[in-house]
């Protein structure tokens, strides 16, 4: 018997997209953006600054690089499954 639970997300939009929304438009902003986040986030022992800044950072920059968008994709599918398994 197939299951009736789908597993497509027609509830809206993912967070990740809802927050890549929220991005400034100029593609050179975006890229700096990320880069100041990625470099705070590598300066996480420091007060203020976290470690939570890097994959901040590396989700800014995936609007704009393929290759980080791939990446990203897999790590989502996979913390994605994993959840669903629990």
């Not at 950072?57 to 690089?65: A, E, H, P, R, Y």
């Amino acid at each position: 018997m197939a299951s009736t639970k789908s597993s497509t997300n027609t509830t809206g939009p993912s967070m990740t997209q809802r927050f890549t929304r929220s991005l400034p438009a100029s593609r050179p902003a975006r890229i700096a953006l990320g880069i100041a986040l990625i470099v705070g986030g590598l300066l996480g022992f420091l007060p203020i600054l976290g470690f939570w800044m890097l994959p901040l950072g590396f989700v800014v920059l995936s609007v704009d690089f393929p290759t980080i968008r791939r990446a990203r994709r897999r790590v989502q599918v996979r913390v994605m499954r994993w959840w669903r398994q629990r």
